[in-house]
Every structure is written in C-alpha cells, then in structure tokens.
C-alpha cells in the first residue's frame, strides 16, 4: 500500500475547475518499474511520485508516458509539500531546477518554454468558437486552441488538446501556458477548461512563471497493481 494525494491544480477563486492530479508525496513506496501502471490505472492526466521531499526530486508521468517537466503537476507538488510536509523553494524533475514562489495564496513556478513537448497554437475569432470546437484544431494531436476576452487585460480562453501525451482535453495545461506566454511575451490570465485559470508571466530570464490555486480533495491508501 501507498499513501495517495488527489488534488486539483489551477482552479478558479471560488475553489471549482481545477485539473486533477495524483501525487505520491512517498515516491520510494512505488517502485520505478510499476510508475508507468500506476499512472495507467489511475487515469489521470499526470501522477507525480516525489522521490527526495527535502530536494524536490519529483518524476511525472501521463497515462502513456513519462514528462520531463509539466505544469499542473509541478504547482501542485509544490502546494502540496508545503501544505502536509516542507515548502520547497525548488522542484527538480528530470528538465531541470524549477525555482517555487508563493504569493497571497497562489503558489507559481517557473519554466522554460523548451523544455515540455512542443505544442501548435491556434488563434480563433472569438471565446465562442474556441468552446464550439469538436476535436483538436487542424487535426493536431498537440495543440491548443485560444482566443481574447480582454485582450487590454491580458485575459483569454483556452483549450487544449494532448492527444499524443494519452489526453483527448485537458482541464488545465501549464506547460501549454509556458510556451503560449513565451510566445506572446507578456502576462496573460487563462481560462481554460471548465472553469480553471491559469497566471502566467515572462521573466527576463528566459523562464516563464505560471501560478493558480490548488484544492486537496482526497487522501488515501493505494494498492499497487
């Protein structure tokens, strides 16, 4: 048995939306050899196993495969460890050290756009058609879809499509913000999903900083499969 964290990454101020994820803040409980099954039988858009609490070694993996660095997972973490252990200022999966700041009850981290898996962007007319679509934009199996609600605010609608990651849609995409606020250069609030929200920012670093809320929804035993 494992001790299992289910939680939700990037809801909205009133606590809904949110994209799930499974955390094993105990990774040594799951051996390497079974994480890939663990996060097949869990379902989840990605499940993270924390290898090292104090250094923040954590390792990530979809449905299908293993990430270098994604976004709702490594927020989520990072809430996570300072809520029930010790609040990290760094996570280090396998793409390299990502820096954790906390602010006014969000908690961001930051990423470099090259480090996720490449996504296709699509800019559509309005926020309307962006929730008409049927399946992923131009036939892409990576890509997201968005459009301004208040392009003056910085405030868009988004959805994305993972389907090569194992995912039909995702509920809320960091690494998909990473890469979209790299693009456009400049802070933008996302509304992704059902109803999450993503804060995104450029560094001057190169890094871009992306930050929400996060819900702990449930804490179980885990038997492995």
């Known amino acids: ?7 939700r990454v990037f809801c909205s101020d009133d606590d809904s939306g949110g994209n799930p994820l499974a955390v094993f803040l105990d990774g040594g409980e799951v051996p ?9 039988d869990l379902g989840l858009s990605e499940t993270v196993f924390v290898d090292d609490a104090e250094r923040g070694e954590i390792r990530i993996f979809t449905p299908e495969t293993e990430l270098d660095f994604a976004g709702h997972p490594t927020v989520g973490t990072a809430w996570l460890l300072a809520e029930r252990r010790t609040p990290v200022e760094v996570l280090r ?3 390299g050290e990502v820096p954790v700041r906390a602010e006014n009850g969000v908690l961001f981290v930051a990423g470099r756009p090259e480090w996720p ?9 309005s926020p309307a058609a962006v ?3 049927e399946d992923p934009p131009g036939g892409h199996d990576l890509v ?3 459009a301004w609600v208040d392009e003056a605010g910085g405030v868009l609608r988004s959805r994305v499509f993972p389907v090569r ?3 039909a849609e995702d509920e809320a995409t960091g690494s998909a913000a990473v890469q979209l606020c790299g693009h456009l250069g400049r802070a933008i609030d996302i509304r992704q999903g059902q109803a999450s929200r993503i804060l995104a920012r450029p560094r001057d ?5 992306i930050g929400g809320r996060s819900v702990l929804d449930e804490m179980r035993e885990y038997a492995l499969p």
């Open 1 to 7: 048995m494992a001790e299992l964290h289910l939680l």
């Open 32 to 40: 390497a050899r079974s994480r890939q099954g663990v996060a097949a």
């Open 93 to 95: 999966p396998p793409a």
């Open 117 to 125: 898996p490449q996504y296709a962007f699509t800019e559509l007319d």
């Open 131 to 133: 929730d008409a679509l």
């Open 144 to 146: 997201g879809a968005w």
């Open 165 to 167: 990651l194992g995912i």
């Open 205 to 209: 670093d190169g890094y871009v900083e």
